[in-house]
């Protein structure tokens, strides 16, 4: 998040077995959101903090089926996520995950394995086609509208083998509604919690993703990023996730912000699960312009890159300036910076020389394209509403359960915007992106050769406030978001039990050596802690 950043990113960050919402859910949409944090303990789990690999060695040894897996997952959003704490991550459920796992379960029994998420239950984020359910973007607006295709990236999944189990909760719109939202809340699916401490903020916009795979609702998730939506979810709820280049996972059949920095992205629980998930979904896409750039090969194994000696020799940059805001953050900072060193790297200082000077432009850019690639969305998909301006009606008309809280001035500001002819929007687009990428990123990393970038990806969740809104303290990933490069973000401490990540930002198409140096970090610092749903932070003296 930058300052405009943090205020763009905060905008940015923007249930069992049925295709309606679960009890929870179901409830209007501002008591969903104001339920005190129940102290209700999450019952054992039998696949806490499993892996992919755990979890298919068991599935080719025949002690565990992809049904039997299945309906744990099921079980236990059914358990904690519409009951016990109510995390309220996850919107809607598959009611095909289990015929699905079925069907891959007989394909193992025959010899046919797809890969290694062959019945493997995936959640994806709710502005992703994926039959039959619902894609809504969190808007009632959405609320009946049921693609009649899978996203691009959804049948990669599935021809892959994955078991796609549901869609979760997201900041309505992708926090791109109101300047003053608050992240994780939406009509449809209300507010979601930290599984760390239910007072607290998920993060967004792919908040539901965060939590869910925090909290063990499956075991990998797909979150999608226009500035900070999956690394900042993902560094709260103490998770990898990664945000690719833009181009290189396709963005087709989701429901968009801005073509120039819009892109999905993995979120899991350790960097191995992570390049698994990135390795399947990350493919050229006819439809997908932003595929004709690739200048990377159409198929990388990114588990061959889990390399734990990849920070011998490498040499990184520490990007002080995105550092200050909060002592926790900093203290975890300088202990990754001296386990970098302990690893083989050299560690540099460095600076993004432009830093904060493409932010004016970056906001433009996003209300012109939001207003263009939304109404393409929402007419090549036949959604119910079909304009901007229908929207912004829509929820006039529904304000008691669409705008309870905050409005929707962003929605007002981009459609006051022409078309993406206009000398003003070209101007910012190209502005943004320079002063993010070749005088940004890449001159910070030219100037001393360097393998990555390295910032505090977040500050700690802070308390969720429908009154005041968002307000975090700082980040420090927003370049790699307006220069469309890739971060990935590592968890790599905590404060008073609040995960913190650090994020490492390569130059394009470098989501191999970031898969090298995240894991190499991880497997030198085992820094994630599994959640403990918590009413509220303990501020318990430290030992």
């Known amino acids: 998040m930058h300052r405009l950043s943090l205020t763009i990113s905060l905008l940015l960050l923007a249930g069992c077995q049925a295709t309606s919402q679960s009890p929870s859910q179901q409830a209007p949409s501002q008591d969903a959101a104001s339920k005190p944090?129940?102290?209700?303990?999450?019952?054992?789990?039998?696949?806490?903090?499993?892996?992919?690999?755990?979890?298919?060695?068991?599935?080719?040894?025949?002690?565990l089926s992809s049904r039997a897996l299945t309906q744990a997952y099921l079980d236990r959003i059914a358990a904690i996520d519409d009951a016990g704490p109510m995390l309220n991550a996850v919107i809607e459920t598959n009611p095909d995950a289990l015929k699905d796992a079925d069907a891959l379960d007989a394909e193992r029994k025959a010899g046919k394995l797809r890969g290694p998420l062959h019945g493997i239950p995936v959640l994806l984020k709710d502005n992703i086609d994926a039959m039959p359910m619902v894609n809504s973007a969190g808007s009632l607006a959405l609320a009946n509208h049921h693609p009649k295709t899978d996203a691009f990236l959804v049948q990669r999944l599935r021809e892959a083998g994955a078991v796609i189990l549901g869609k979760t909760n997201l900041s309505e719109w992708a926090n791109f509604r109101s300047t003053r939202s608050t992240s994780g809340w939406s009509g449809r699916g209300g507010q979601t919690k930290s599984p760390y401490a239910l007072d607290r903020n998920p993060c967004g916009s792919s908040a539901g993703t965060g939590t869910a795979i925090a909290a063990n609702l499956a075991s990998v998730g797909i979150?999608?990023?226009?500035?900070?939506?999956?690394?900042?979810?993902?560094?709260?709820?103490?998770?990898?996730?990664?945000?690719?280049?833009?181009?290189?996972?396709?963005?087709?059949?989701?429901?968009?912000?801005?073509?120039?920095?819009?892109?999905?992205?993995?979120?899991?629980?350790?960097?191995?699960?992570?390049?698994?998930?990135?390795?399947?979904?990350?493919?050229?896409?006819?439809?997908?312009a932003a595929s004709a750039e690739r200048t990377t090969p159409d198929a990388i194994d990114y588990t061959t890159h889990l390399k734990a000696d990849a920070l011998k020799g490498a040499r990184i940059g520490v990007v002080r300036k995105l550092m200050g805001y909060q002592p926790d953050v900093d203290a975890s900072m300088e202990r990754a910076i001296a386990a970098l060193k302990a690893a083989g790297a050299t560690v540099v200082d460095a600076e993004i020389p432009t830093a904060g000077k493409w932010d004016d432009a970056e906001y433009q850019v996003l209300l012109y394209e939001f207003k263009a690639d939304l109404e393409a969305y929402l007419v090549a998909s036949d959604a119910p509403i079909k304009t901007l301006t229908g929207l912004i009606e829509?929820?006039?008309?529904?304000?008691?359960?669409?705008?309870?809280?905050?409005?929707?001035?962003?929605?007002?500001?981009?459609?006051?915007?022409?078309?993406?002819?206009?000398a003003a929007y070209i101007a910012a687009?190209?502005?943004?992106?320079?002063?993010?990428?070749?005088?940004?990123?890449?001159?910070?990393?030219?100037?001393?050769?360097l393998d990555a970038l390295v910032a505090p990806s977040m500050s700690p969740a802070w308390p969720t406030d429908l009154i005041n809104a968002d307000h975090s303290t700082g980040s420090g990933y927003g370049a790699a978001a307006v220069a469309r490069t890739p971060s990935i973000t590592i968890p790599m401490g905590d404060s008073h039990g609040l995960p913190l990540g650090i994020t490492f930002m390569g130059p394009a198409w470098s989501e191999a050596r970031l898969v090298e140096l995240g894991y190499a970090f991880e497997q030198a610092t085992k820094a994630r802690k599994a959640p403990h749903f918590l009413p509220t932070v303990s501020f318990e003296p430290k030992k």
């Open 429 to 449: 687009r190209d502005k943004a992106r320079k002063l993010a990428g070749p005088d940004g990123i890449m001159a910070a990393l030219k100037k001393q050769n």
């Open 394 to 422: 829509f929820n006039k008309a529904n304000a008691a359960t669409e705008m309870p809280y905050f409005g929707q001035e962003i929605f007002e500001q981009a459609n006051a915007k022409g078309p993406l002819t206009d």
């Open 37 to 63: 944090a129940s102290t209700a303990a999450a019952p054992a789990f039998a696949f806490e903090e499993a892996d992919v690999a755990s979890l298919q060695a068991k599935m080719a040894d025949g002690s």
């Open 223 to 288: 979150g999608t990023e226009t500035d900070g939506s999956i690394i900042c979810p993902s560094a709260v709820a103490g998770l990898v996730g990664i945000k690719p280049t833009v181009g290189l996972v396709s963005r087709s059949g989701i429901i968009p912000i801005s073509h120039s920095q819009d892109t999905a992205g993995p979120m899991a629980r350790n960097v191995a699960d992570a390049a698994a998930l990135l390795t399947v979904i990350a493919a050229a896409d006819p439809n997908d």
